[in-house]
């Protein structure tokens, strides 16, 4: 789990796109306050400290003791933080909010590379696919545990899940200024069979008379058994998602 120097930088880097996305919005709200008003801000900040909460909060560190803790913040980084993020329309504002010399250079970047690039990774198939290859991928046994017992394993599997995230949500948000790739009505069995992949896992977790991650048979808080976590970690997958 993160050390209080991980928190440090995330907090540290979380507080810096903060300020830049502010500065941004307060530039974008006097022109057209109409589409960045106070709201933007509101969830584009909320989903910051969505992802602080998961990251840089006791949570963290209860995660690597139960596994109900773990899934509470996987659910806030793939299920919370993003949404809130994508309704902040953040392109706009990261990039004004940057400073002049280096918005030029990330302006320049962005028109050479980023069209056609977008233009694959925005299609709702890269994203509910992306998704569901890291839900289960990092779910599985031998993997999660890897990310258990290693620092870095941990972050690369945080970091799987929160980009395969904002690469399922951004359909289904669609950003300022974003266009629909598919019809909108097709974004009610994007969601419907996305969930269906967290009703299985959360059915396994929950009804399993075994441990799933034999890593939290040794760990634990209080009186709470290892099943009754897997249990109540299954519920917190099934109830909310």
């Not at 990261?94 to 990330?106: A, D, H």
């Not at 359909?171 to 097709?186: D, E, H, N, Q, Y």
């Not at 069995?189 to 059915?203: K, S």
């Amino acid at each position: 789990m993160a050390s209080g120097t991980d928190a440090w930088l995330a907090l540290a880097t979380l507080g810096g796109a903060a300020a830049i996305y502010a500065r941004g919005w307060w530039a974008l709200s006097r022109r057209t306050s109409r589409r960045f008003g106070v709201g933007r801000l509101a969830a584009f900040l909320g989903g910051l400290a969505v992802i602080a909460i998961a990251l840089a909060s006791p949570l963290d560190t209860l995660a690597g003791r139960l596994l109900s803790a773990h899934m509470v913040q996987h659910q806030l980084l793939m299920m919370l933080a993003p949404p809130l993020l994508w309704l902040g329309a953040p392109v706009a504002p990261m990039l004004l909010g940057l400073p002049r010399p280096i918005r030029r250079l990330v302006a320049v970047a962005l028109a050479s590379r980023f069209p056609r690039l977008s233009g694959h990774i925005q299609q709702p198939a890269v994203g509910w696919v992306s998704f569901a290859l890291a839900f289960w991928t990092w779910h599985a046994a031998p993997l999660y545990e890897l990310a258990l017992g290693s620092h870095a394993w941990h972050h690369v599997e945080h970091a799987c899940f929160f980009g395969s995230a904002m690469l399922f949500w951004w359909p289904v948000i669609l950003p300022w200024p974003a266009r629909s790739a598919w019809p909108r009505w097709t974004m009610i069995p994007y969601l419907l069979l996305a969930d269906l992949q967290n009703t299985i896992l959360a059915a396994m977790l929950t009804l399993s008379d075994r441990l799933v991650y034999p890593a939290y048979a040794t760990v634990g808080v209080g009186n709470v058994s290892a099943l009754d976590d897997q249990a109540i970690a299954g519920l917190i997958m099934w109830v909310p998602g």
